[in-house]
């Protein structure tokens, strides 16, 4: 069995594979405040609570796009289990060609998102990460990734609006009800989700008119629940797109 770690700007997602199997899956928030051993702790009480033993650990694989956590999380998964982490960079096979100027430039969790997408559909895909960052990423029916998109994710926008303002607030994200908003809290997060659903809806427009056939739409991310409803685009969610594309890696690197 090993652990697949995808660590985000704002949260972590962790699963265990059994082969092929996801056995557990959770998420945990990103913390800088929290060193090796707070991971290892929290790692541990997951594993003791899904009924995992630590020692039937044999490797662990993570991606990260938060500059040291690959390695503080190395040192927990090392501390904890007795087995190296392999990080996951531009080197890494997603499964899929990368056929952009400067894949090296190029987040390995988009990549790996992609690849993952790309196999569940068995074709050309838009995958949509909804994060932090919201991207929206092309896989051609030939197994390329194309490029895509990045802006703003929706709490990230929230929190630019407070920043940047006298008197905006920062207000939590939450479903709206309406597109119009009775007071400036309902008003942020209608413009906020409304806003972004607008725009997704509008890329995958584009991406689609940008390639041959017709691509299927893959939701994920950890606001993807938010977003979903409000998307004209004809989609399906999966949560757990990079942490199968990070696995795929790891039993590919493995064998």
């Not at 962790?14 to 405040?33: I, L």
């Not at 569940?120 to 919201?134: E, P, Y």
Request: aromatic share 4%; net charge negative.
């Amino acid at each position: 069995m090993f652990i697949a770690i995808d660590i985000g700007n704002s949260s972590i997602g962790c699963a265990v594979f059994d082969g092929e199997v996801m056995r557990t899956r959770w998420r945990m928030d990103t913390d800088a405040r929290i060193d090796s051993d707070g991971y290892s702790t929290r790692l541990g009480d997951v594993l003791e609570g899904a009924g995992i033993a630590v020692r039937a650990l044999d490797g662990a694989i993570a991606s990260s796009v938060v500059r040291n956590m690959a390695d503080v999380m190395g040192r927990a998964v090392r501390s904890l289990a007795g087995c190296d982490l392999i990080e996951a960079d531009p080197r890494t096979d997603p499964g899929i060609d990368v056929a952009v100027e400067k894949p090296e430039a190029v987040g390995v969790d988009r990549l790996l998102a992609a690849g993952s997408a790309f196999r569940q559909v068995g074709g050309s895909v838009i995958v949509v990460d909804v994060g932090t960052a919201l991207t929206v990423d092309l896989v051609s029916a030939a197994g390329c990734f194309m490029g895509g998109t990045i802006s703003p994710g929706l709490k990230a926008m929230t929190r630019v609006l407070a920043s940047e303002t006298s008197l905006l607030p920062e207000v939590r994200l939450e479903a709206p009800a309406s597109a119009v908003g009775r007071d400036t809290p309902e008003c942020i997060r209608a413009g906020v989700v409304f806003g972004a659903a607008g725009a997704v809806d509008r890329v995958v427009e584009e991406l689609i008119d940008a390639t041959d056939g017709a691509p299927r739409v893959v939701l994920t991310g950890g606001d993807a629940p938010v977003l979903s409803p409000y998307l004209k685009s004809p989609h399906h969610s999966e949560p757990d797109l990079v942490l199968r594309g990070l696995a795929y890696a790891y039993r590919k690197r493995r064998r």
